[in-house]
Structures are given as structure tokens and as C-alpha cells.
Antibody
Framework: QVQLVQSGAEVKNPGSSVKVSCKTSGGTFNIYAINWVRQAPGQGLEWMGGIIPMYGTSSYAQQFQGRVTITADESTTTAYMELSSLRSEDTAIYYC????????????????WGQGTPVTVSS | EIVLTQSPGTLSLSPGERATLSCRTSQRIFSSYLAWYQQKPGQAPRLLIYGTSTRAAGIPDRFSGSGSGTDFTLTISSLEPEDFAVYYCQKYGDSPPKTFGQGTKVELK
């Protein structure tokens, strides 16, 4: 049974950075992508980027390029998302979502989700 | 970059009615790479449909997906009280970004 457990809520000042963790258990960690998806209050889902731990390379949505870094630690089966230069518009719930179920070739939907980490950016 | 546009924004229906949700992509996508998710307030999204038309484990058969090319549909044949939620389509696959549509809210009429 695959489970994703995220770190707790964060309150940050504008201009600072936040790093959210996503500890996974069950399944095979390193061969399936872990994605990060955020949801601002009352808004929809926004894909930020993802990583396949075995390759260590990340891909990012254009609107986050230069501000987001997604990494993975195979030894602890934990993925991380760091967002810098925070502004009030970054206030959102941040979800990690792992692939690895219902795959067509190497492409899979997000079958497993973490519980979400609220991040509040406020002075 | 492929944009996913869902319609309508809100669907007001009663239990027992049929819900038809649309997801239109700005470019053709492989039908293998279109998914639908359900999200209820305070919860993480849940995968309903993948590969355009295959239900994930445990999803009731009142949920069905169809479509190809640029037009995709999620149908709920007869709404149950627990189906009132927000639904998102997503394009996945090997080419990022793995974009979501903006969502359709199915609300109680």
C-alpha cells in the first residue's frame, strides 16, 4: 500500500523560501514520478513540476521556472519541493502526487496523493 | 503548451440526474494520457478515470469517460449524494507540463 505523508503547515514572510517534504512508503520509490501540485484558496489544481527519483532530473511548469526546485532522496524515499521568493499569491495547499499505477508505458496518472501542506505567505 | 478547458464551470443538478462534463484540449492528445479526478472540500484529489475511459479501482460504474483527439467527456449516469464535488481533467504523459483543467463544480440544485 503506497502512502505519502507530507510535512506540516508553514507560515512564511514574503521574499523567503519554503521547503515541503513528501515521505513515501510502499511500492517502488525510484522509478515513478513524483509530482507537485498546488491549490490556491478557492482555486483549481496547478501542476508545478515533477521528478523521477532514479534519474534525478526534474521538469517544471514554465510559470515556476527559476523559483521552484524539486528533489528526491532515494535513501529516505522522500521528495522535496522548495519554492523561493515567496509572495502572497503563493499562499496555497501544496500536494505531492505519485505516479506508478495504471501506467501506459512510462506514463501514469497521479494515483497516490499526499494529504497536502498549507503554506501561508504573509508579513 | 497544451491548455485544457473544462465546461461548464458549475453544473447544478439533483440526485438521480445525469451529469455530463466536458474537457477540451488546445491540441490533440493521446487518449491514453487523459485522466479525471474528483475533489471534495478539505480532501486531496482522487483519481477516477485514466486513459480517457478506464475507471480506477473502486470507482462505481456510474462514472464513465469517453472522447478522443481534443474532446473528452466525463459522465455520471445517475448522481448520488456523494458525487457532488469538483472534477478536474488532466493531461499526463511523457511531455510536461501535466496540465489540469480549471475544474467543474457539480452542485446540488
Amino acid at each position: 500500500q503506497v502512502q505519502l505523508v507530507q510535512s506540516g503547515a508553514e507560515v512564511k514572510n514574503p521574499g523567503s523560501s519554503v521547503k515541503v517534504s513528501c515521505k513515501t512508503s510502499g511500492g517502488t520509490f525510484n522509478i515513478y514520478a513524483i509530482n507537485w501540485v498546488r491549490q490556491a484558496p478557492g482555486q483549481g489544481l496547478e501542476w508545478m513540476g515533477g521528478i523521477i527519483p532514479m534519474y534525478g532530473t526534474s521538469s517544471y511548469a514554465q510559470q515556476f521556472q527559476g523559483r521552484v526546485t524539486i528533489t528526491a532522496d532515494e535513501s529516505t524515499t522522500t521528495a522535496y519541493m522548495e519554492l523561493s521568493s515567496l509572495r502572497s499569491e503563493d499562499t496555497a495547499i501544496y500536494y505531492c502526487a505519485r505516479e506508478g499505477k495504471y501506467c501506459s508505458g512510462s506514463s501514469c496518472p497521479c494515483g497516490y496523493w499526499g494529504q497536502g501542506t498549507p503554506v501561508t505567505v504573509s508579513s | 503548451e497544451i491548455v485544457l478547458t473544462q465546461s461548464p464551470g458549475t453544473l447544478s443538478l439533483s440526485p438521480g440526474e445525469r451529469a455530463t462534463l466536458s474537457c477540451r484540449t488546445s491540441q490533440r492528445i493521446f487518449s491514453s494520457y487523459l485522466a479525471w479526478y474528483q475533489q471534495k472540500p478539505g480532501q486531496a484529489p482522487r483519481l477516477l478515470i485514466y486513459g480517457t475511459s478506464t475507471r480506477a479501482a473502486g470507482i462505481p460504474d456510474r462514472f464513465s469517460g469517453s472522447g478522443s483527439g481534443t474532446d473528452f467527456t466525463l459522465t455520471i449516469s445517475s448522481l448520488e449524494p456523494e458525487d457532488f464535488a469538483v472534477y478536474y481533467c488532466q493531461k499526463y504523459g511523457d511531455s510536461p507540463p501535466k496540465t489540469f483543467g480549471q475544474g467543474t463544480k457539480v452542485e446540488l440544485k
